[in-house]
């Protein structure tokens, strides 16, 4: 029998380790509870080593060409850099410095995973066990309330914030999506339900943009989509007729954090959290604050970490405010192309579905850039085979023995 080569195995146990460890948050998640003392940054230093073993094969140095996401790595870490050096150079400016350069370090290491077949294929995999499990841990934190997360009545699972849950799943939803498009709907069906036990606003929000887009662009008909809501509502009638949902609908609407939940979302312009939901009127006046910023420093910015640096005790929640008030216009634009860099090659389908919600999940998420499972699904997608021509469009086939 014929034994896989090295580079094979290599990319192979790397793309599992990758999606396992920081796709599906178990690094972090085992270190903030205690369970193990090693920080992930280890973890990114051994993965970036075997990601370097890979770069010298000749076939993945072809696969990353052209490499988009590699030259805005690097324009980040340059323009981060300058901007470090004119700042007050504090313990809190620091700390937000070397996390882009991490970020940027990381992106670069995940696509490397990525770029070849095999990496992809085992990735694929990971990542549908990674959304199957989040779905279940979801489940498990509704039932039994700060199990996980750290919101009673909002699931998070091992991602422990229900907003960083939700993004991700939905990320993990469109990756599998274009990955394993014969699954569509299973995966569109796993996602919808994990990320509305998470009761994010973003999450949702961002989750019926992209369901919109797909329907639009029919990457998922709509008479498979009604024919799977009508399965599901016959499911859930049954199970509801024979009393087995009964106690997840009592613990789920008995907490504080859903009743807050619903009386955010139906709330009106004027709504200042009376009912416990106090987070929209700090977020409001954090991006109050971060647009005063821009207004004062509108070419330039007010320099890294000027929305950590301030009297604030909250986060802007939007990474456009963010980058503006301390980039400047420039800000706006490094989102932008960072979109562009981790969507431009995947299929056609599925990329103005995932552009879509990374431009959405930016108005309520002020730590995309800096989500480690978040990138990790980045260099996923930045690593898609290049592909000229017609079948650009089209989901690489996963390979039967990639695992």
């Known amino acids: 029998m014929k034994l896989p080569s090295i580079g094979r195995m290599i990319s192979t146990f790397s793309a599992a380790m990758l999606v396992v460890l920081f796709g599906g948050n178990v690094v972090l998640f085992l270190f903030q509870a205690g369970i193990w003392s090693v920080p992930p940054f280890v973890f990114v230093t051994a993965l970036g080593v075997l990601a370097a ?3 010298f094969s000749r076939a993945e140095r ?3 060409r052209p490499w988009p996401l590699v030259f805005w790595c690097l324009a980040y870490v340059v323009l981060n850099s300058a901007y470090f050096l004119f700042s007050s150079q504090s313990a ?8 882009r350069l991490w970020s940027a370090a990381f992106l670069i ?3 490397l995973i990525f770029a070849t077949p095999w990496g992809r294929g085992t990735g694929a995999r990971a990542f549908a066990l990674v959304l199957i499990a989040s779905l279940m841990f979801n489940l498990v934190d509704i039932m039994q309330p700060n199990t996980f997360s750290i919101v009673v009545g909002r699931a998070a699972g091992l991602y422990l914030n229900p907003n960083i849950a939700a993004g991700v799943i939905v990320a993990t939803m469109l990756l599998l999506i274009a990955s394993i498009p014969a699954r569509r ?3 569109l069906l796993i996602g919808s339900l994990a990320v509305i036990l998470t009761l994010s606003r973003g999450g949702l929000i961002s989750w019926v943009v992209v369901v919109m887009v797909l329907l639009f662009k029919r990457t998922i008909p709509f008479t498979s989509a009604l024919r799977w809501v009508a399965v599901l509502a016959v499911v859930v009638t049954l199970l509801g007729l024979a009393g087995y949902l009964d106690p997840i609908l009592q613990t789920f609407t008995s907490t504080t954090a859903f009743a807050s939940r619903i009386a955010a979302f139906s ?4 709504y200042s959290g009376e009912s416990g939901d106090v987070s929209i009127p700090m977020r409001l006046l954090a991006a109050k604050e ?5 207004l004062a420093h509108p070419l330039l910015g007010a320099g890294i970490g000027a929305t950590t640096e301030w009297s604030l005790s909250i986060y802007p929640h939007n990474i456009y405010l963010r980058h503006l008030a301390e980039h400047g216009i420039l800000g706006f634009v490094i989102y932008l192309s960072f979109v562009a860099a981790i969507t431009w090659r995947m299929p056609k389908g599925v990329r103005f579905a995932m552009a879509a919600f990374w431009l959405v999940l930016g108005l309520f998420d002020h730590n995309v850039l800096d989500n480690r499972a978040l990138l990790t699904i980045a260099g996923f997608c930045a690593s898609w085979p290049w592909l000229p021509g017609p079948s650009r469009t089209s989901s690489p086939p996963v390979p039967k023995n990639a695992t």
Do not use: H, I, K, Y
């Not at 809190?92 to 996390?99: I, K, N, R, S, Y």
């Not at 971060?290 to 821009?294: D, G, K, R, S, T």
């Open 109 to 111: 290491v995940a696509m």
């Open 290 to 294: 971060a647009w005063n910023l821009f």
């Open 267 to 270: 709330a009106s312009p004027g």
């Open 62 to 64: 072809q696969a990353l």
């Open 92 to 99: 809190p400016v620091l700390q937000e410095f070397t996390t």
């Open 185 to 187: 709907m299973l995966w």
């Open 53 to 55: 073993a890979l770069a």
